[in-house]
T-cell receptor, first 116, second 114 residues
């Protein structure tokens, strides 16, 4: 499968613990996004990378959240001191940069986080 | 702020009937409007998209229309089949922001009864 892959698929953690998720985008895509999806809602934008540069962060992304894309390839999303409200599906997406023209974003299967 | 409203939240149709899902957007700078289908437990997948320089686009049984003046766009599925049952999301983005981030609607759960 040469699509966007995310690891792990499921994560159950105790409140207060730190968790880290990984996303491997499609190899030639230089744009990478993280979204959060809760039950019955559409995905909500969290953050955006162009290559290794994090160019936009949503106000939804509290200080406990940090994302990196160190070499412009895979990305990690870390949540520190998890809270029950962090329980959600975390989706990664990637797309090709075509200048001012937006292109199709391909999504991974997501990491489902449950904080108990 | 940027917002996309989607209606209805649930839609039940008989196999063979048409289904229409409507979305409105708030940011007049939005110029790219994709539609994603998400089956239970699976990733969202693009089914059709439209740019603001086009009023309508068709792909077999699926069509999307865009009214820039009214800031709304719609998904039309004709001759529905049970395998069309899924959650559908509309989204909007603007190239001027140069990020391509998508603002999604709340989703429509479509059920096609055989």
């Amino acid at each position: 499968d040469t699509g966007v892959s995310q690891d792990p698929r499921h994560k159950i953690t105790k409140r207060g613990q730190n968790v880290t998720f990984r996303c491997d985008p499609i190899s030639e895509h230089n744009r990478l996004y993280w979204y959060r999806q809760t039950l019955g809602q559409g995905p909500e934008f969290l953050t955006y990378f162009q290559n290794e540069a994090q160019l936009e962060k949503s106000r939804l992304l509290s200080d406990r959240f940090s994302a990196e894309r160190p070499k412009g390839s895979f990305s990690t999303l870390e949540i520190q001191r998890t809270e029950q409200g962090d329980s959600a599906m975390y989706l990664c997406a990637s797309s090709r940069d075509r200048g001012i023209m937006n292109t199709e974003a391909f999504f991974g299967q997501g990491t489902r986080l449950t904080v108990v | 702020g940027e917002n996309v409203e989607q209606h209805p939240s649930t839609l039940s149709v008989q196999e063979g009937d048409s289904a229409v899902i409507k979305c409105t957007y708030s940011d007049s700078a939005s110029n790219y409007f994709p539609w994603y289908k998400q089956e239970l437990g699976k990733r969202p997948q693009l089914i059709i998209d439209i740019r603001s320089n086009v009023g309508e686009k068709k792909d077999q049984r699926i069509a999307v229309t865009l009214n820039k003046t009214a800031k709304h766009f719609s998904l039309h599925i004709t001759e529905t089949q049970p395998e069309d049952s899924a959650v559908y999301f509309c989204a909007a983005s603007k190239s001027i922001s140069n990020t391509g981030k998508l603002i999604f609607g709340q989703g429509t759960t479509l059920q096609v009864k055989p």
